[in-house]
T-cell receptor, first 112, second 115 residues
Framework: EAGVAQSPRYKIIEKRQSVAFWCNPI?????LYWYQQILGQGPKLLIQ????????DSQLPKDRFSAERLKGVDSTLKIQPAKLEDSAVYLC??????????FGAGTRLSVL | KQEVTQIPAALSVPEGENLVLNCSFT??????LQWFRQDPGKGLTSLLL?????REQTSGRLNASLDKSSGRSTLYIAASQPGDSATYLC??????????????FGKGTKLTVNP
């Protein structure tokens, strides 16, 4: 069974530029999550989708971050414009039935 | 607001030792607790999940316990091996979040097992 796929693995941008990350969850998993993990911290949930609907985006900085999950499968997370403090690893996870969340390898973002 | 603390932040042990990692959380109203492993440059791998009604779970050399009333969990690793070297993260899923399945993570314990 293929795991959660994310791309790109690494991205370096300058502040005020925009960036997008892509996630393909495990086949059949209705729930998809985006987490932000700052160096030395545990992951923090940014947004949770159930199929293509948003369940929880309470910790998403909506002035600069946006996410979508068209057709209830793949998802993209966008940052526009990026700030220095957005430097982090962005992790995508998916689950079936709401218990174990399966994580992708993440995208490491550096904002200069 | 739920907060999760993990002690110690880092641990170095010789191969073969048994060890315990600690996790504490501030609000006992949880749905479940999970222990994850994170290797450098990689995502998280779920090791053990304990439902709120359970006291412990075991998988191979790993045993996790949960004392919900005191807000504590421990991860016991028996006969440690160099391949166990990684960062171990504890996460709780708070109860009563509506449909949210948000996990609240600790900062992790970085484990190094020396040959």
């Amino acid at each position: 069974e293929a795991g959660v796929a994310q791309s790109p693995r690494y991205k370096i941008i300058e502040k005020r530029q925009s960036v997008a990350f892509w996630c393909n969850p495990i086949s059949g998993h209705a729930t998809l999550y985006w987490y932000q993990q700052i160096l030395g911290q545990g992951p923090k949930l940014l947004i949770q989708f159930q199929n293509n609907g948003v369940v929880d985006d309470s910790q998403l900085p909506k002035d600069r971050f946006s996410a979508e999950r068209l057709k209830g499968v793949d998802s993209t997370l966008k940052i526009q414009p990026a700030k220095l403090e957005d430097s982090a690893v962005y992790l995508c996870a998916s689950s079936f039935g709401g218990n174990i969340q399966y994580f992708g390898a993440g995208t490491r973002l550096s904002v200069l | 607001k739920q907060e999760v603390t993990q002690i110690p932040a880092a641990l170095s042990v010789p191969e073969g030792e048994n060890l315990v990692l600690n996790c504490s959380f501030t609000d006992s109203a949880i749905y479940n607790l999970q222990w994850f492993r994170q290797d450098p440059g990689k995502g998280l791998t779920s090791l053990l999940l304990i439902q709120s009604s359970q006291r412990e779970q075991t998988s191979g050399r790993l045993n996790a316990s949960l004392d919900k009333s005191s807000g504590r969990s421990t991860l016991y690793i028996a006969a440690s091996q160099p391949g166990d070297s990684a960062t171990y993260l504890c996460a709780v899923r708070p109860a009563s979040q509506g449909g949210s399945e948000k996990l609240v993570f600790g900062k992790g314990t970085k484990l190094t097992v020396n040959p």
